[in-house]
């Protein structure tokens, strides 16, 4: 019986001396989150910087309970205070830290706001490795933009959307067209193309949260067409349990546009749908002011587009999460007599999100698109398709950090692509298989150094295995942390790749009796090499940067006479340089206002010989001026943004079988403004008001490259979140 008592004895006190230890060798510290002016942040998360973990959370007065574990010899301790909205702050931890009390400022420039499109992880804007432009819902509201083509005009630098062939949009981003740009929504591809480029017009925002827009190569994590940079529209989710919105707009030629959305939330799941009904009449271009000259198009034909979209998530547990949805769109043309050009999108997938305890998380999904194109027949009143673009994809992500320095990151795609087109032999179809995969390695040695090297090889069915498909990238950042600011130094190198599509491999298309247009299956794919150097320097509400690059592609895809065929067809040609440089500037002053604006320059280097075939402005500036002012009830915003556009100087053909008869062009270059103001009541009716082309441009021609405007316009609406309308009226009974 002794002996059991000892024994006994021997482990109490052994459970109590290990009771004692792991008391001592937690530190628990305490406080509160407050802004500026002292009012508690609730939700704010408590950050142990060396540790990697989240180790407490504000609540509704503030305030927290962080527990660490006791400091080793010489071990220096932070603890970090975020909260979204707000500017993320560090105060050290010492042996006599007990408690501590964090300030933090507005986020007002979105320094802190988190981005994936560069990496496909987390990172926050100003300490991600790759230069990343965000667009934020605000920011989206604010101006009122319909589509992703009217938004990007007015916020970035070098963007430009124009018409080509029968009004199709085209586009030039710093240099490179619609095919070497890559629009993702939610991460994932976009089915069809209308001539070279994406149908722009299913990319509405009526319930975008954020866009992403990456510049330069970006091959090594999302394969083909990423070689000028990607595009990537971030859906959102409902916030509140319950929401309904109602919203309407009427403008000039008249332009209308209806839309609704209802969203809830509960603990495991959320639900947004949205709905959105745009369309314009026809708009006629007055006749050129310049003798001899004629417009190339007498009007822009009348149209009429339904967006319709869902997004359903459920968490069955904490760490699993579910994510589907589904689309349709529909696009009509009033562009003769005798036919309409009709286009329909149906869209779908399923995505699923598995954390694991340790600092690691995996994700599955499937997506599915498809783009048809039609010809409504008046006479007959049916509907005759002939195309019809279909996407299956395949997708498992895996992340893994670890060591506290180390992320890693590897993954792999399958798409299977299906196309049936009318520029086809007898309108017949084609299809190919694409497998990929690849890896990234992020890594941080220290607070102020990252750096992240990746590569990735991309399999095409339709042409023959090579050194083509493989793609890296490595980039890094600096950063250097003061008082009141930081200063970031970053660089990049990354690979670009685009593979020759089936409409270049295939395609046999009569234009109109003039010539044919032929495929060519011993296309190469296009590469480019891409160098990046940027210097920005943040702080609360002040924000200057400088990047420049420089591109270098080969065997660029496009099309040249081709004698024997006696027609149009689809080659390789040299090696293209595009150099460029961007400032931007970004500033947010006391009483509500704001400033911000971006210069970008880009120069293309074509090989000895070559016409100048360009479509690319060398000068470009937007800038934009906001005020914003709340009351108790009522919100005023307003926006003044503009956007200037230098000359451009470009060859074009005058025979097309003969393609050294050029003759040099000057198109004009033009500056637009847009005011924008809307006043919000109870936080849930907005009216907004909107002037566009504020100072009436009007071209001396219309031609493809030049803003298809008539002049200054007007607009207005309101928009209505009925639940926040009703809590208010139900507060006050």
Same mark, same amino acid.
């Given at each position: 019986m002794n002996f059991r008592l000892s024994k006994i004895l021997f482990f109490v006190v052994v459970l109590i001396f290990c009771g004692v230890e792991k008391a001592a060798s937690q530190v628990v510290v305490t406080g509160s989150v407050e802004d500026v002016s002292g009012n508690p942040i609730e939700g704010a998360f408590l950050h142990w910087e060396e540790g990697g973990t989240v180790v407490g959370i504000t609540d509704t007065a503030g305030r927290f309970r962080a527990e660490l574990p006791a400091a080793r010899v010489g071990e220096k301790r932070t603890l970090v205070a975020r909260c979204p909205g707000y500017l993320s702050l560090s105060l050290p931890i010492k042996d006599d830290t007990r408690t501590l009390r964090f300030q933090l400022e507005t986020d007002a420039l979105n320094l802190e706001g988190v981005v994936i499109t560069g990496t496909r992880t987390p990172k926050s804007l100003k300490d991600a490795p790759i230069i990343t432009r965000v667009i934020s819902a605000q920011d989206i509201a604010k101006v009122d933009a319909t589509d992703v083509g009217e938004l990007l005009q007015q916020e970035l630098p070098g963007i430009e959307f124009t018409y080509s062939m029968n009004q199709q949009t085209s586009l030039n981003m710093c240099g490179f067209g619609g095919t070497n740009v890559l629009f993702l929504v939610d991460g994932e591809r976009m089915a069809g193309e209308t001539l070279d480029n994406i149908d722009y017009s299913r990319l509405n925002l009526d319930n975008v949260q954020s866009?992403?827009?990456?510049?330069?190569?970006?091959?090594?994590?999302?394969?083909?067409?990423?070689?000028?940079?990607?595009?990537?529209?971030?859906?959102?989710?409902?916030?509140?349990?319950?929401?309904?919105?109602?919203?309407?707009?009427?403008?000039?030629?008249?332009?209308?546009?209806?839309?609704?959305?209802?969203? #809830? %939330?509960?603990?495991?799941?959320?639900?947004?749908?949205?709905?959105? /009904?745009?369309?314009?009449?026809?708009? @006629? $271009?007055? +006749?050129?002011?310049?003798?001899?000259?004629q417009n190339a198009y007498e009007k822009i034909y009348a149209f009429r587009t339904l967006n319709f979209k869902e997004r359903l998530s459920y968490e069955p547990i904490q760490r699993l999460k579910f994510t589907a949805r589904a689309g349709y769109f529909f696009r009509e043309r009033f562009s003769s007599e005798t036919a309409n050009d009709r286009y329909r999108d149906f869209s779908g997938g399923l995505k699923a999100n598995y954390?694991?305890?340790?600092?690691?998380?995996?994700?599955?999904?499937?997506?599915?698109?498809?783009?048809?194109?039609?010809?409504?027949?008046?006479?007959?009143?049916?509907?005759?398709?002939?195309?019809?673009?279909?996407?299956?994809?395949?997708?498992?992500?895996?992340?893994?950090?670890? #060591? %506290?320095?180390?992320?890693?990151?590897?993954?792999?795609?399958?798409? /299977?692509?299906?196309?049936?087109?009318? @520029? $086809?032999? +007898?309108?017949?179809s084609e299809s190919q298989h694409n497998i990929d995969g690849f890896l990234q390695l992020d890594y941080e040695p220290s607070q102020a150094w990252e750096i992240i090297g990746a590569v990735r090889y991309d399999y095409f069915s339709e042409f023959k295995a090579s050194l083509d498909g493989l793609t890296g990238k490595l980039s890094g950042i600096y950063k250097k942390k003061f008082p009141n600011g930081q200063l970031s130094l970053r660089g990049s190198y990354s690979g670009g790749f685009r593979a020759p599509t089936l409409k270049e491999l295939y395609m046999v298309f009569d234009m109109a009796s003039i010539f044919t247009i032929y495929g060519n299956q011993n296309l190469k794919p296009q590469t480019s090499h891409n160098f990046q150097l940027s210097l920005e320097y943040s702080r609360a509400k002040f924000n200057v940067a400088v990047s420049g690059f420089y591109n270098i592609v080969d065997n660029s895809i496009t099309t040249t006479w081709n004698k024997e065929l006696n027609g149009m067809q689809y080659v390789n040609i040299q090696k293209m340089d595009v150099v460029g440089a961007e400032l931007s500037l970004n500033a947010r002053f006391d009483y509500g206002f704001g400033a911000s604006a971006s210069y970008a320059y880009t120069y293309e280097h074509f090989p000895k010989g070559v016409p100048l075939t360009t479509s690319t402005r060398p000068h470009a500036l937007t800038a934009k001026v906001t005020y914003d002012h709340a009351w108790k009830k009522v919100a005023l915003n307003v926006v003044l943004s503009g956007r200037y556009m230098s000359g451009l100087t470009s060859d074009e053909y005058t025979s097309l079988t003969d393609l050294t008869q050029t003759t040099r062009v000057h198109y004009p270059g033009y500056t637009i403004w847009r005011f924008n103001t809307s006043v919000t009541f109870w936080q849930a009716l907005r009216l907004h008001f909107t002037i566009d082309n504020l100072f009436n441009y009007i071209p001396k021609v219309y031609y493809s490259n030049s803003p298809q405007t008539v002049g200054i316009s007007f607009s207005g609406g309101f928009s209505l979140d009925i639940d926040q309308f009703n809590f208010k009226k139900n507060k006050k009974r």
């Open positions: 866009i992403e827009i990456v510049k330069g190569a970006a091959s090594s994590l999302y394969g083909s067409n990423a070689v000028g940079g990607v595009v990537n529209l971030i859906s959102r989710e409902a916030a509140k349990p319950w929401s309904v919105n109602v919203n309407a707009r009427y403008g000039s030629h008249n332009n209308q546009r209806y839309g609704a959305s209802v969203g #809830f %939330r509960t603990k495991r799941w959320n639900s947004l749908t949205s709905f959105q /009904y745009n369309s314009c009449g026809d708009v @006629m $271009f007055p +006749d050129p002011k310049v003798e001899g000259e954390r694991f305890i340790r600092n690691a998380d995996i994700e599955l999904a499937y997506s599915f698109d498809q783009y048809d194109k039609s010809d409504f027949l008046h006479a007959f009143r049916s509907d005759v398709r002939d195309y019809s673009n279909v996407q299956n994809s395949i997708r498992v992500l895996y992340n893994q950090r670890f #060591f %506290r320095k180390f992320t890693f990151t590897i993954g792999a795609d399958y798409l /299977y692509d299906y196309l049936l087109s009318y @520029m $086809f032999v +007898d309108g017949g």
